[in-house]
T-cell receptor, first 116, second 114 residues
Framework: GDSVTQMEGPVTLSEEAFLTINCTYT??????LFWYVQYPGEGLQLLLK?????DKGSNKGFEATYRKETTSFHLEKGSVQVSDSAVYFC???????????????FGKGTKLSVKP | NAGVTQTPKFQVLKTGQSMTLQCAQD?????MSWYRQDPGMGLRLIHY???????DQGEVPNGYNVSRSTTEDFPLRLLSAAPSQTSVYFC?????????????FGEGSWLTVV
């Protein structure tokens, strides 16, 4: 079945460092891909998304490009801030396969801690 | 905008007790779902609904019941709580089933079963 694999954390970076969180997926159809962020004690918020190959999602300085050839959707940010400390989840939703119900399949999450 | 509202935010139950987690959305979304979040497991789908009167099972449905009598509400019922159901529960909704539509999450309900 469909699945999402993301790099295990925790990831600890200094402020202004470059961030990459790897995410790869397995899907039989044509998934949409998402990054969600969960700040401490809060629910999940959509960070960015891409719905087709070569699309780039971006928000708040974060970017991810839908790479069909490598089945990847890596999250990047050029300069992280302390306020970016959170858990990041990669997810896919594949409704273009018959029988799919549009549910999200999540990776296990990567905890990011940014130190001043 | 209220978005997706979950209650209660925190609950402690004794083994064998029953309870209902409430979820309501004010965006006229057709699609609603319940996930549980456990350490090292990410989020896993419990039940979902594609519209009023229609529900279906997700990945981990055992021990939970749902109903969808209105578009707005999608309660999750634990009939006889077990310690294995200690988790954080998230309700989510989206406009419809189309891939790519943003799914909105509630703030979560922290449940402890002792």
């Amino acid at each position: 079945g469909d699945s999402v694999t993301q790099m295990e954390g925790p990831v600890t970076l200094s402020e202004e460092a470059f961030l990459t969180i790897n995410c790869t997926y397995t899907a039989t159809g044509y998934p949409s891909l998402f990054w969600y962020v969960q700040y401490p004690g809060e629910g999940l918020q959509l960070l960015l998304k891409a719905t087709k190959a070569d699309d780039k999602g971006s928000n708040k300085g974060f970017e991810a490009t839908y790479r069909k050839e490598t089945t990847s959707f890596h999250l990047e940010k050029g300069s992280v801030q302390v306020s970016d400390s959170a858990v990041y989840f990669c997810a896919l939703s594949d409704l273009r396969v018959e029988g799919s119900q549009g549910n999200l399949i999540f990776g296990k999450g990567t905890k990011l801690s940014v130190k001043p | 905008n209220a978005g997706v509202t979950q209650t209660p935010k925190f609950q402690v139950l004794k083994t064998g007790q029953s309870m209902t987690l409430q979820c309501a959305q004010d965006m006229n979304h057709e699609y609603m779902s319940w996930y549980r979040q456990d350490p090292g497991m990410g989020l896993r789908l419990i039940h979902y609904s594609v519209g009023a009167g229609i529900t279906d099972q997700g990945e981990v449905p055992n021990g939970y019941n749902v109903s969808r009598s209105t578009t707005e509400d999608f309660p999750l019922r634990l009939l006889s709580a077990a310690p294995s159901q200690t988790s954080v529960y998230f309700c989510a909704s989206s406009r419809d089933r189309l891939s790519g539509n943003t799914i909105y999450f509630g703030e979560g309900s922290w449940l402890t079963v002792v």
